[in-house]
């Protein structure tokens, strides 16, 4: 099964709606993954739901999450990784990346 792997980079508060997502995405085995301030995600537990309802499996920079104040336990549904990860999961879990 084809797979797609989101970089999300903006905070919840750019995205008024993550629906996109779900149309780009279609049926093929879906995750995310949070940079920067789309961080928030995790902490904001409406848009958070909405984002693994959507995606199904989320991943959270440690660096970043740490960087705006939070730990691991405010990322509750999330993986939290490290740089290394994600190029693992880049170059051998997904077949396509797409940065909204």
Not at 27 to 42: G, I, M, S, T
Not at 59 to 87: C, T, W
Request: charged share 30%; net charge negative.
């Amino acid at each position: 099964m084809p797979s797609v792997l989101f970089v999300l980079l903006k905070s919840p508060s750019e995205y008024h709606s993550l629906e996109h997502l779900h149309k780009i995405a279609g049926n093929e085995k879906r995750a995310a993954v949070l940079f920067e301030d789309a961080v928030y995600f995790a902490v904001d537990r409406r848009r958070s739901k909405e984002l693994l309802d959507i995606v199904g499996r989320a991943y959270i920079i440690s660096d970043d999450l740490k960087a705006r104040g939070f730990s691991e336990q405010d990322a509750k549904g999330y993986e939290v990784i490290d740089y290394p990860a994600v190029v693992d999961l880049i170059m051998e879990e997904y077949d396509q990346i797409i940065t909204v």
